[in-house]
């Protein structure tokens, strides 16, 4: 049995949280520094995980050593993009909020959401995936089949 679970609406709070990690050890600063912005996001985010068919989806793993924390997120959602070749019908995933907790890494939980994540694409009909990575990411996302762009972003083709 996987240890990966959708998000659901109640772990909205725990997305936003580990959303501020990823902001934190991009920027060290929280970003730009907006105040409020998390329960600002928390409505529209909690009705976004309600919706299991829409064009958002977020992957989670429960903190084992926490109950009620989430140990590691990905979200991503599926873009419709004019189609060109390789790529026809123009749906395009974009990966984003990699996210695992400081005392909760190197456990292969971002791995193991990046799979399901990743499957749920496939299942829509993604021609390729995007997304940037910090240079910590890159060893994971290279070996999960992403090729480095002319940009930070990188693509792997399903």
């Excluded at 996987?2 to 060290?28: F, H, K, N, T, Y």
């Excluded at 990699?98 to 829509?124: I, K, Q, S």
């Excluded at 994971?140 to 083709?157: E, I, K």
């Amino acid at each position: 049995m996987s240890l990966v679970r959708r998000a659901r609406p109640e772990d909205a709070g725990e997305v936003l949280r580990l959303r501020q990690v990823m902001i934190d050890s991009l920027w060290g600063d929280g970003g730009d520094g907006a105040a409020g912005w998390q329960s600002a996001s928390l409505p529209e985010l909690r009705g976004r995980l309600a919706e299991d068919d829409g064009d958002f989806a977020a992957f989670v793993v429960d903190h084992p050593g926490r109950p009620g924390a989430l140990a590691a997120l990905v979200a991503g959602t599926v873009e419709y993009r004019i189609g060109k070749p390789g790529n026809p019908q123009g749906r395009v995933g974009y990966v984003f909020s990699v996210a695992t907790d400081p005392d909760a890494r190197r456990r292969g939980y971002a791995r193991a959401c990046m799979e399901e994540l990743l499957a749920w694409f496939r299942a829509r009909g993604a021609g390729h995936v995007l997304l940037n990575a910090s240079p910590e990411a890159e060893p994971l996302y290279t070996a999960l089949g992403f090729t480095r762009d002319p940009d930070p972003s990188m693509r792997l083709p399903l």
